[in-house]
């Protein structure tokens, strides 16, 4: 996956969000979005049912110490991970992107972070 833009992944609490943002081709749809704030994964979710079922059937990676915090059937779900480690939370979003959201390893990948208030 080729990354353009700033790659500095938000820390766990440091008061920065990082949104990933990743599409294949021309990019005339809007991109697949991930959140990385304080401890915690915001994603588009794309399905009707509960993420916690149909995301590992999916194949997304699930580290162990992950929560579900919140979600929204067809536009978001919110994990907690302040106790998985960061090698897994790559893993998580990796496995998001590839297996969730179908995207080939040519796909483009923006990475924007900003200072929240």
Not at 13 to 24: D, R, Y
Not at 65 to 77: A, H, Q
Request: charged share 20%; with cysteine; glycine share 8%.
């Amino acid at each position: 996956m080729q990354s353009v833009g700033s790659t500095s992944i938000a820390h766990k609490g440091n008061g920065w969000c990082t949104l990933l943002e990743a599409w294949e081709g021309s990019a005339q749809l809007p991109p697949f979005w991930i959140q990385l704030h304080a401890g915690q994964i915001n994603l588009q979710y794309l399905d009707e049912d509960d993420p916690m079922k149909i995301l590992p059937e999916e194949g997304v990676l699930l580290p162990n110490g992950s929560e579900l915090t919140g979600w929204e059937p067809n536009l978001f779900c919110t994990f907690v991970v302040n106790e998985v480690e960061d090698r897994d939370i790559e893993r998580m979003v990796h496995s998001i992107l590839e297996k969730y959201y179908g995207l080939e390893q040519t796909c483009k990948i923006q990475i924007s972070t900003m200072e929240l208030a």
